[in-house]
């Protein structure tokens, strides 16, 4: 303690010598300057850099400090001087940059694909929230290209400005950065309502706006549909059955879900998200089409949504240990996306008001799967099981008895070519990635940068 205490007075008795002399110094020198020509000291001219350029050099002297103070200062106004015009010609190279930007945009004309002109009795303006997302933005392809007016809403949370890029600027598409757990005042003719995070690790990072999304951003949908007397689809879930005890499972079975476990926020978001949807089509006669979504698959997946698909296609293209939990026996249905986009536009268009089952009949189990991408991607990667995850389904197999009879509808997209299609995307998106990252590297290792660098 003691010896602390001194240290701390030696640095307190340095600290004051050394004012004292910076005192002293400044006396000195003022004094030695107070006759010179001009009537202004050193210390006066150090304090106004703007008044010394406009008084011109400074006035000769055969002191040897005031020589070197003034050495110094006109280096570091000759520095500033350089910074400022080196400033200025950047300024000015970003402008030219930018002009020639702008004038290459307008004078490129954008190519979209082909659309059908639908004239206005038949043409609808068509909302769908989380449109940017994986499902979404296949949904607004096919309802584009039927010539409609599309707007869609997303908060990127999981959705991609990547995923629908190529509708930018087309006279019949618009893209609204927003919440949807925030009211929204539009005026449309159908909404398919899609936002929601959907694979575990998303939907888990975050529990509470994932129920908000689904609760609160599902009431906003019902009142914006109220207002302006638009029908409303809601992208539900097979998590709503939770872990069936019945199988395979028809939209009658009400399901057997843990309310506190870790995928409730989605589970019972997504069944609150059904019940409000016909309280409000009971009470306020809002139309209402419910579709209960079974695992989808496709291009523009989002790689890292921890979901069985995407998982073994990176594993595999990355020659990883392909990972399945649990003993592997739990079973899945797996459809294509393109299939589930008809099902839902046939879902919209029908006049069918009960949920319906969107989904594969056709049922594997996880480890059939996961030698089925080993084979499709080639390459080492070896099998392995590991820990089972909670709460996670047994077996998962829809009844599409409704769709088929009342929409006419069933997947069609058989389950190797969809998985040959989607391995391609991830093939690309990885190759892509690499890429990226190696110019990230060049860029930050850059002497330049480097040199730029505090």
């Known amino acids: 303690m003691m010896t602390a205490t001194k240290k701390r007075i030696k640095i307190v008795a340095a600290a004051s010598f050394s004012l004292l002399l910076v005192v002293y110094l400044y006396r000195a020198i003022s004094a030695s300057t107070v006759g010179m020509p001009g009537g202004v000291g050193v210390v006066g001219r150090l304090s106004g850099p703007i008044e010394e350029e406009q008084q011109g050099q400074w006035p000769p002297t055969e002191d040897a400090i005031q020589r070197s103070l003034q050495n110094a200062y006109d280096a570091h106004n000759s520095l500033i001087k350089e910074q400022r015009a080196e400033l200025q010609r950047t300024k000015e190279q970003l402008a030219q940059l930018e002009e020639q930007i702008r004038s290459l945009q307008t004078s490129t004309p954008r190519k979209y694909p082909k659309v059908k002109y639908l004239n206005y009795k038949n043409r609808k303006r068509i909302l769908i929230t989380g449109g940017a997302g994986f499902v979404g933005s296949h949904l607004v392809d096919d309802l584009m290209i039927q010539g409609h007016e599309v707007i869609v809403v997303d908060n990127f949370f999981t959705g991609r400005k990547r995923n629908v890029a190529h509708w930018l600027g087309h006279e019949n598409f618009e893209l609204i950065h927003h919440d949807i757990v925030n009211p929204l005042f539009i005026e449309i003719d159908e909404i398919y309502h899609l936002a929601s995070p959907a694979s575990p690790p998303h939907y888990m990072y975050n529990p509470v706006k994932t129920i908000k999304t689904n609760t609160m951003g599902t009431i906003n949908v019902l009142g914006l549909a109220k207002r302006v007397m638009a029908k409303v689809l809601i992208a539900s879930t097979s998590e709503v059955y939770g872990d069936p005890t019945v199988h395979p499972q028809p939209e009658t079975y009400w399901g057997h879900v843990n309310p506190i476990g870790p995928r409730a926020c989605y589970d019972e978001g997504k069944r609150v998200s059904e019940t409000l949807s016909y309280a409000y089509a009971k009470q306020e006669k809002v139309q209402v089409r419910v579709a209960r979504i079974f695992n989808t698959y496709g291009p523009r997946m989002h790689m890292n949504d921890g979901r069985v698909v995407s998982n073994f296609i990176l594993q595999a293209l990355r020659n990883e240990t392909i990972t399945v939990y649990g ?95 989607t391995i391609s995307y991830f093939r690309n998106e990885l190759a892509r990635s690499d890429r990226f990252q190696e110019s990230s590297n060049k860029y930050f290792d850059s002497p330049d940068l480097q040199r730029s660098r505090p």
């Open 327 to 421: 003993n592997g026996r739990q079973t899945r249905s797996f459809q294509y996306v393109s299939d589930l986009v008809d099902g839902m536009i046939a879902l919209m268009a029908s006049n069918y008001t009960q949920p319906v089952n969107l989904g594969n009949p056709v049922e594997q189990s996880i480890e059939e799967f996961a030698q089925i991408i080993k084979q499709l991607v080639g390459g080492p990667s070896p099998i392995k099981q590991t820990k089972a995850v909670e709460d996670d389904p047994q077996r998962r197999k829809p009844d599409i008895t409704r769709a088929r009879h009342y929409l006419k509808w069933e997947p069609k997209v058989p389950l190797e070519r969809g998985l040959r299609q």
